[in-house]
């Protein structure tokens, strides 16, 4: 098999020698071809040796990783991101469906994060690269009152036939199904995702998004009516009922609650 030309890009020089040993050792169908310690360089080595992949620093001084990307519009190479960010970064790489390793780098990761570039063989597009840059910005949110409402937030959700990019305000919840994930969407049919619904539960709630039961996490904005019971259930903008959990029964009242203080409407 082919082995996969790769580059790394990263300014710290104790990083690049870190990944480059593990590369070695872990990942025998990856040939390491270079290595540059700023955009500029990364630019022109990129251009010179095009590489399959690229391992690609975001902070290098001067110049990020998102303006190295923005050199070549459309990447026709793939992108794993390595990154100190912590916490909140996270959810921005999930957001935009790209894969990134956090430093140190973990053994078991990296060869993760190869095995399934070299399973899709997918380039980064400019939308994800888009989004990830407007999350990694965007500050860090606790309480529902603090959350940034924003009409132009999206999430990228990668299926089998492609990347779909949706913005959040057209989610109207997201139904569990087993390892997948189905997404009922404003005006258009459905998009099932390969991942957890307790993934997106982690990624999601610095939004208007709360995980009423086990199999459904709803949209506060689309929730058109809450009928009392037991635990309850709500009724959304699509028409269809949604159980609410006994346990979650509290929790959520209050945060709908606190939803429609903050946004001005009337229970």
């Not at 360089?41 to 990783?65: A, R, S, V």
């Not at 990307?69 to 100190?84: D, H, P, R, S």
């Not at 610095?206 to 635990?231: A, M």
Request: aromatic content about 8%; proline content about 3%.
């Amino acid at each position: 098999m082919k082995k996969l030309r790769a580059v790394i890009i990263d300014d710290e020089t104790n990083a690049r020698q870190a990944l480059s040993n593990l590369l070695q050792l872990l990942c025998p169908d990856v040939d390491l071809v270079g290595e540059a310690k700023n955009v500029d360089l990364g630019i022109e080595l990129i251009k010179n040796e095009k590489p399959d992949l690229i391992f690609l620093d975001i902070q290098m001084p001067g110049k990020t990783g998102f303006d190295l990307l923005a050199a070549f519009g459309k990447a026709e190479f793939g992108v794993i991101f390595t990154t100190a960010y912590q916490e909140y970064a996270i959810r921005a790489f999930r957001l935009s469906a790209i894969d990134y390793l956090l430093k140190p780098i973990d053994p078991d990761e990296l060869q993760v994060a190869v095995g399934k570039y070299k399973a899709q063989l997918v380039g980064v597009s400019p939308q994800q690269v888009k989004i990830l840059q407007e999350y990694i910005d965007e500050p860090r949110q606790s309480s529902l009152s603090q959350r940034t409402k924003n009409l132009h937030q999206r999430i990228a959700l990668p299926t089998a036939g492609g990347i779909h990019f949706v913005q959040m305000t057209d989610i109207i919840q997201c139904e569990s199904l087993g390892s997948y994930t189905k997404f009922h969407l404003v005006g258009s049919k459905p998009i099932v995702v390969s991942r957890l619904l307790k993934e997106y539960e982690e990624i999601m709630d610095n939004y208007y998004f709360f995980r009423v039961h086990q199999s459904n996490i709803v949209n506060l904005e689309h929730i058109k009516r809450y009928v009392k019971g037991d635990g309850g259930q709500v009724w959304l903008s699509d028409n269809t009922e949604v159980e609410v959990s006994r346990r979650r029964k509290e929790e959520f009242l209050a945060l709908l609650s606190d939803f429609y203080v903050n946004s001005g409407k009337i229970v």
